[in-house]
């Protein structure tokens, strides 16, 4: 039977299967020999006697190191207008490391009404927008309409600064969230620092990790290629530079950069492009 893993306590597996029910496994030997399970795997799982067993780990479509999950559809990247700051550079840096692991970036902004229609964030908004971004904007009160619905059906993660109000988004979508939240908390008392757990919530009819964002921005274990191939924004000029092995710095017949000085690309994106190259291993 196939079932995916949506909650890990140190060596129990719990698994929603194919008839939506939940069931507690164990991962067999010679499946942590080879990789490790996390949350979000597809499994194929066997009843032996008395206990469930995972088999088999299916082909993931991506993974995350931090938080460990695999088979992410999207990441919303929680930004706040104000308290802390908006930053461009850590929204992009974020989304770029997203996107090279093959999960689509979404924005959301908080806090709102902390600002007027006429702050210089609304023009970054339309510039992202025109960038092919999803962008809700919500306020200290209340959630995008259009957030319940992008969350429907898809494994989430949420990452962002702290302080930017991601718990509160999941608290405002469903008020049960919290208390699932604490009764966890609770249940794995004084080991909960040490106890492995990760879990997947349910949350307006979608999947969200529980252990959301990044615990670093790290761009060595990537190169500039790898980079350059994976950005949205650059995908329709992939192949018509003058050079195959182009990564449009310096590069004579650039089609990238032609479109930033035309104004097709973003320039703020493409800035924040340049400033991560060095980071990254040659």
């Known amino acids: 039977m196939k079932a995916r893993i949506i909650k890990i306590i140190s060596n129990q597996y719990t698994v ?9 496994c164990v991962a067999m030997g010679k499946i942590r020999l080879q990789i490790t399970p996390v949350v979000g795997d597809l499994v ?39 308290d802390p700051e908006f930053s461009t550079t850590l929204v992009d ?24 229609e006429h702050d210089e964030l609304y023009q970054i908004i339309d510039d992202y927008r025109k960038s092919g971004y999803i962008c809700l ?33 999941l608290n405002t979508l469903d008020p049960t969230f919290k208390l699932r939240t604490q009764e966890t908390s609770k249940a794995l008392g004084r080991g909960k620092h040490t106890t492995r757990h990760s879990e997947l919530h349910e949350v307006a009819g979608g999947w969200v990790a529980d252990t959301p ?18 950005l949205f924004e650059f995908r329709p000029y992939i192949g018509k530079c003058k050079f195959r092995n182009c990564i449009h710095v310096n590069e004579p017949g650039c089609v990238v950069k032609e479109a930033v000085e035309n104004g097709s690309l973003s320039k703020i994106r493409y800035d924040d492009y340049l400033q991560c190259l060095p980071l990254m291993k040659k």
């Open 16 to 24: 929603l299967t194919e008839n939506n029910e939940r069931v507690l």
């Open 44 to 82: 194929e799982i066997v009843r032996y006697d008395d206990q469930v067993g995972i088999e088999k780990i299916l082909e993931r479509k991506n993974t995350l190191v931090r938080p460990a999950i695999a088979n992410v559809d999207q990441a919303i990247i929680v930004m706040s207008s104000k």
């Open 93 to 116: 840096r974020i989304s770029f490391l997203i996107q090279i692991a093959n999960i689509q970036p979404i924005l959301c902004i908080t806090k709102m009404d902390l600002v007027d």
């Open 137 to 169: 904007l919500c306020g200290r009160d209340n959630v995008d309409n259009e957030l319940a619905s992008i969350l429907c059906d898809k494994i989430t993660v949420l990452t962002g600064q702290s302080g930017v109000g991601k718990s509160t988004l």
């Open 213 to 230: 964002g990044f615990s670093s921005l790290d761009f060595t274990h990537t190169t500039p290629d790898e980079l350059a191939n994976s």
